[in-house]
Structures are given as C-alpha cells and as structure tokens.
C-alpha cells in the first residue's frame, strides 16, 4: 500500500515553485514574506503548517532562506539570491521592529545581525553597512551615534515638536508634490481623500495582502492631527469608499498598532481595505 503524502511537505514543494514564480516577476512581489508565500500557495494552510513545511530541510531549507526560522512574517528568497534579499529594505525594516523593546528603538548593526539566519548574518551585515555609508537607507529609517556606535532607528520612533518626525517618515516618490506644499498641508490635512487614496495605493504595493493596509502605516503616510484623521476617515467610509476590519486572529498586537488602531464596537478596526478599487 502506498503511503500517503506528507501533507507539510507537499506544502513545502509546492511554495518552493510558487517562490520561483514570484522570482520571475520581481519588484514588490520577491522577495516576500513567509506568510504571503504561504497564502499565494494555499491560502487554508493554517500556521502551524506552514511553519513545519518552511523547516523541512530537503524539501525547503536547501532551497530557500527564511530571515528568520518560525516566523511568518520573515521574508524569504531562494538561495541564490541571499544578497538579493540581504538589502531587501523590507528586511531591515522588519529586523528592527522585532529587535525594538518599549525601552529601547535604537540597535547597532550587530544587534540587527544577530536576528537573521546564520546565512544571512555576514551578508546582511554588510548591506546595512553599505547603506549607511552610501546614505541609502530606507526613508523609514535612521540613524545616529550614541556612545561612539551608530544605531538605527525608525522615524516614526522621533519624537519632536510638532509634525516633523511624522513628515520625515512619510514614503516619498518621484510624482510626490514639493516638500513645502507636503509641510502646509500635514497640518491642515487638506485634500485629505485625495492624499489618502494616493498613500493607500503606494503602500498597497508593499502590503502582505491586496487592498489591505495597517493603519500604522497609513497615519504614518498621512501625517495629520488624529481627530482630524479619523473624522476625514470615517467620511470616506460613510461615503462607501473605504472600509475597516479588525485585528481578529491576530497574536502579539505591538502597542503601535493599538495606539493606531479605531476601536468600534469592542473591536479594534486596525485594517483598511478599498471598496470602490
């Protein structure tokens, strides 16, 4: 009699090919997370699966490099690409929110090193290395010396008078409007539905799913008082364009997301998704 297949390593077979495929399409869509890869492959597989599929060694870890083992938001690439996904901005990004405490937002390089996978460290090492020197770091990110040894930081972590740290965190692209007009209107949060759709389409094109962005990012994109912001919001919703949906499932919520997120009807509305794509 022929055994039955091992579900967990049909799973990892199967997102092995479908990681090549994203491969082959490149931009945003390689590399991607584990959870993403997991969801374009079998979007039912539950986590636990999709975490022992991801360490079978065979099947999937002489294939594939996952930044991080047993998380599935670390991001994956083949092998052959290391260095590809070493510079990945979305990894150093992603390393310095786990490295971050609520007592401490600041890590060295070394710290950050030392929360990849064994055959990242050297490589991923020498990418942020590479991207302080060159000024090429994330617009997210920063950095400055504290006792002769230079950490990085999240922007939105700066704490100013003002709307300053917000701004300088906000996503820049070429078709942007001028940095004074962008400073007038932060404030007064003019134009607010047209901003907004401009913001929710730039980081829809970062996002784990299609038409389904944090609100963390989304205040940080749109830098505006937060009454303002969520009254302006929930015109949109009202008026059909945008709808919100709650963290359910989720584990571990970091206080960012709480501190961003709408409570409504002993929910925390933390997602937004578009209505009218």
């Known amino acids: 009699m022929i055994a039955k297949k091992d579900v967990a390593a049909e799973l990892a077979e199967k997102m092995v ?4 495929a994203q491969r082959c399409l490149g931009g945003d869509d390689y590399p991607l997370t584990l959870r993403r890869l997991a969801e374009l492959t079998d979007a039912s597989a539950p986590a636990a699966l999709i ?20 998380q599935l938001d670390a991001l994956v690439a083949l092998v052959e690409d290391a260095e590809r996904l070493a510079a990945c901005p979305a990894l150093l990004e992603y390393v310095l929110r786990l490295t971050r405490t609520a007592s401490n937002h600041a890590a060295t390089v070394s710290q ?23 000024e090429s770091l994330p617009r ?25 740290a917000k701004v300088a965190a906000q996503p820049v692209d070429e078709h942007d409007s001028p940095p004074e007009r962008q400073s007038a209107s932060a404030g007064t949060c003019a134009d607010f539905a047209e901003r907004f759709d401009q ?19 989304l205040r940080w994109a749109l ?5 303002t912001f969520d009254a302006e919001l929930r015109k949109l919703r009202i008026a059909g364009r945008y709808t919100l949906s709650a963290a359910e499932g989720r584990e ?9 997120g709408i409570p409504e009807d002993g929910a925390l509305l933390l997602y937004v998704s578009r209505k009218q794509p």
Request: overall charge positive; charged content about 30%.
């Open 51 to 70: 975490l022992k599929a991801s360490t079978l060694r065979k099947l999937f870890t002489d294939r594939v490099i996952v930044s991080k083992s047993k």
């Open 17 to 20: 090919q479908v990681l090549e």
């Open 112 to 134: 950050l090193k030392d929360k990849v996978t064994l055959k990242l460290k050297k490589a991923f090492q020498q990418a942020i290395t590479r991207q302080i020197d060159q």
């Open 140 to 164: 997210t990110l920063g950095w400055l010396i504290i006792n002769r040894s230079k950490k990085l930081f999240l922007l939105s972590d700066l704490h100013t008078c003002g709307q300053m």
């Open 252 to 260: 571990g919520i970091r206080p960012e997301e709480r501190e961003a």
């Open 199 to 217: 913001a929710f389409r730039r980081l829809e094109q970062h996002a784990r799913m299609p038409n389904f962005v944090s609100l963390v990012d």
């Open 223 to 227: 830098p505006c008082e937060r009454p």
